[in-house]
């Protein structure tokens, strides 16, 4: 993928903002995200000559983080809790069923880019397991029927 001026306009500009900020990598790499909805490879050169890492250590940072894409995702974010919580009452069912009714894999998206899902590690609704996020929106006690209506309403928005 290529990016274009502007998004190399904004990386640069956060490389800059948070330059010279003790501990500035996760932030960085938060207001990136925030703005082009993924941390792009292409962006590891000016970060590793800016703050004197290596392109290596800055893609180790990348994907150390579960929260980090490296490619665009979707229109909608569907995350599905792995915690042990969300485990013990039935998640690893409900991302099976997401994955056959989706047709895709964690780190995927849909072929009509509608929907990317996506693990994550605690959403902390533990006590409405198991939890999902669509894009900004904690739900609980999910169910293969509720997920159906998430997504359904997802696609349809």
């Given at each position: 993928m290529t990016l274009?001026?502007?998004?190399?306009?904004?990386?640069?500009?956060?490389?800059q903002k948070y330059q010279n900020v003790p501990g500035?990598?996760?932030?960085?790499?938060?207001a990136i995200q925030d703005d082009l909805g993924f941390v792009p490879e292409e962006s590891y050169q000016?970060?590793?000559?800016?703050?004197?890492?290596s392109v290596a250590e800055i893609h180790g940072f990348v994907t150390f983080y579960h929260h980090f894409?490296?490619?665009?995702?979707?229109?909608?974010?569907?995350?599905?809790?792995?915690?042990?919580?969300?485990?013990?009452?039935?998640?690893e069912e409900l991302e099976n069923y997401c994955q056959k009714k989706l047709g895709i894999n964690y780190h995927e998206t849909t072929e009509d880019n509608l929907i990317?899902?996506?693990?994550?590690?605690?959403l902390g609704n533990c006590a409405c397991s198991?939890?999902?996020?669509?894009?900004?929106?904690?739900?609980?006690r999910v169910t293969p029927e509720k997920i159906d209506q998430i997504i359904e309403d997802a696609v349809d928005s």
């Open positions: 274009s001026s502007k998004q190399i306009e904004k990386i640069n500009k956060h490389v500035a990598l996760l932030p960085l790499m938060h000016p970060i590793s000559k800016a703050y004197n890492l894409r490296t490619h665009l995702p979707g229109k909608n974010i569907l995350q599905i809790c792995r915690a042990e919580s969300c485990q013990s009452m039935g998640s990317t899902l996506e693990p994550v590690y605690c198991p939890a999902v996020m669509i894009n900004e929106e904690v739900i609980g």
